[in-house]
Structure formats: C-alpha cells, structure tokens
C-alpha cells in the first residue's frame, strides 16, 4: 500500500505527460465555456435597467409629451406579460449585444445615399422618446428623414429585446440563452475577453463588458 502512495506522484505525472494537449484543451474549452456564462451574466443584470429605462420612458407622466412620441411603435411589447420563450430570449440577446446597434445598421443601408441639402434631424426627433439625450448620438450622420426613420426602426428592434429580456430578469434560462448567444459568436467573446482583460488591469469597469462592447454597433 504505501508504495502505491510513493508511486502515485509518479504516474500521474507520466499521465499529464502522455496526455496534456488534451488536458490543456479541456482546460481551455472549459474556461471558455465559463466566460461565456460570466460574460451572459454581466450582459444580462447591465440590460435589466436598461429595459426598465425604455418602460420608464413611455410611462404617464404630466410632462409625458415631452418626449413620449414613438412610444406606441413598442407599446405592445411593453404591455406584454410572462415569462419569454428560451429562443425568444437568445434571439433577443444577439440583437442586444451581437448584431449591429441602429446607428451602423442604418447606415450600412444607407452608404451609398448623399447627404440631403439642410437637412436638419432635429425636428424629426423633438417631443420622442427618440431625442432624448442617451438616444440622439446613434442619429449621427443621418442623411435624410428615410435614414433618420431606419434609425428609428432599429432603436424600436433593439428596446423589444431588451423588454424580452428585462421579462426574463436573472433567471437560469437568460443566464443559459446569453451564454449561448456569445458562443455562437466567438468574435465578440474575443472582444470581451479583451475587456475582461483591461478590467483585471484596472483600465475599465465591470459594466463596460456589457456597454463598451456595443459602443461600436
């Protein structure tokens, strides 16, 4: 017995010595495995408050008509109840955090289109949910009121999955569904390991995994 112990250290180490391509790609898969679920769960408690905000926003309010125009495009989606759908909820988190945001949606349709002469958003956007301050930078650039209501239509796309989300709260299925939303998309999780990275060197919050990652779409 005792010289099994005194030869356990040995043959384990000739065990890693045979076999550690495979352990070390176990070791990476399962660490990759393991971020896409941390990285869901930062996405997902960042997105709660954000779908708050959307409901917030169109809520009565005496001064509502200020800046709720547009919100009976969604009304729908908010006054919706219970519990999403597992693959409504993966559909609702590649549109949040994996496809593109309504400023490069839009404009990658409009590339090819001129600038309309003084043309001025402005006025398209006063008194809607749309001009509020967090909103207007993703109408930078617009070019005419076609592209302006692109953007729109984009802004809309991505509240309703917030909304689908926000339904979810911190549930085990949402954990699940954004996790498999990031591994299906492998560019972002190396872009988030990336941020991952500046947060252990101090260089950027929790939350900018969640924000900074879609600063771009």
């Known amino acids: 017995m005792l010289a099994r112990f005194q030869r356990y250290p040995t043959d384990a180490l000739a065990v890693l010595k045979r076999h550690w391509l495979t352990l070390l790609a176990a070791l990476v898969i399962g660490g990759w495995i393991w971020f896409a679920f941390w990285l869901s769960d930062v996405q997902g408690r ?4 954000r779908a708050y905000s959307v409901r917030m926003t169109c809520e009565d309010d005496p001064e509502a008509d200020l800046w709720r125009g547009g919100c009976e495009r969604i009304r729908a989606d908010i006054d919706t109840s219970g519990r999403p759908g597992f693959f409504d ?6 549109r949040v955090h994996h496809a593109p945001g309504p400023r490069a949606a839009a404009a990658a349709r409009f590339a090819e289109t001129k600038i309309e002469a003084d043309f001025d958003v402005t006025p398209l956007l006063t008194g809607q949910r749309y001009g509020l301050a967090a909103v207007t930078p993703e109408f930078d650039g617009v070019k005419n009121t076609a592209h302006a ?11 309703r999955a917030l909304l689908v989300i926000g339904r979810a709260g911190l549930g085990m299925d949402a954990l699940v569904a954004g996790a498999l939303a990031n591994l299906v998309h492998p560019g972002a999780m190396v872009e988030g390991a990336a941020q991952y990275a500046a947060v252990l060197a101090g260089q950027a919050k929790t939350s900018d995994l969640a924000t900074g990652m879609t600063k771009s779409r």
Do not use: T
């Open 46 to 49: 960042m997105d709660l408050p």
């Open 89 to 94: 909820l993966y559909r609702a988190f590649v």
């Open 149 to 159: 209501e692109a953007v729109k239509d984009e802004i809309d796309a991505r509240d």
